[in-house]
Nanobody
Framework: EVQLQASGGGLVQAGGSLRLSCSAS????????IGWFRQAPGKEREAVSC????????FYGQSVAGRVTISSDSAKKSVYLQMSSLNAEDTAVYYC??????????????????????WGQGTQVTVSS
């Protein structure tokens, strides 16, 4: 059974930092890319970041570039999202998802939620101002 377990969310003050974790099981971890998305109430799901496990290539959304770092640990089948300089606009439910990176241009769609094969449940991040 495929499982993606996101954790690490919580309440943090503006300007603070938080590290989210995504633990994967039930599929060949190294053959996938893992992405983070977020969704705030009344807003569309937004791509935050993605990492291709096999080659370590990373991608970031414009709204978070420079404030987040994505990393992975193949031994633990986990992906991490380190977020800093958080503000109220970062408040959302954060989801991790897995996409199979077919073809060398797969990364052009890293930000498209519909391209992902598996999704985990979300973890709530709330930034207080």
């Amino acid at each position: 059974e495929v499982q993606l377990q996101a954790s690490g969310g919580g309440l943090v003050q503006a300007g603070g930092s938080l590290r989210l974790s995504c633990s994967a099981s039930g599929f060949t971890f190294d053959e996938y890319a893992i992405g983070w998305f977020r969704q705030a109430p009344g807003k569309e799901r937004e791509a935050v970041s993605c990492i291709n496990i096999s080659d370590g290539s990373t991608f970031y959304g414009q709204s978070v570039a420079g404030r987040v770092t994505i990393s992975s640990d193949s031994a633990k089948k986990s992906v991490y999202l380190q977020m800093s300089s958080l503000n109220a606009e970062d408040t959302a439910v954060y989801y991790c998802a897995a996409i199979r990176p077919y073809g060398r241009n797969w990364y052009l769609a890293w930000h498209v939620a519909g391209e992902y094969d598996y999704w985990g449940q979300g973890t709530q991040v709330t930034v207080s101002s």
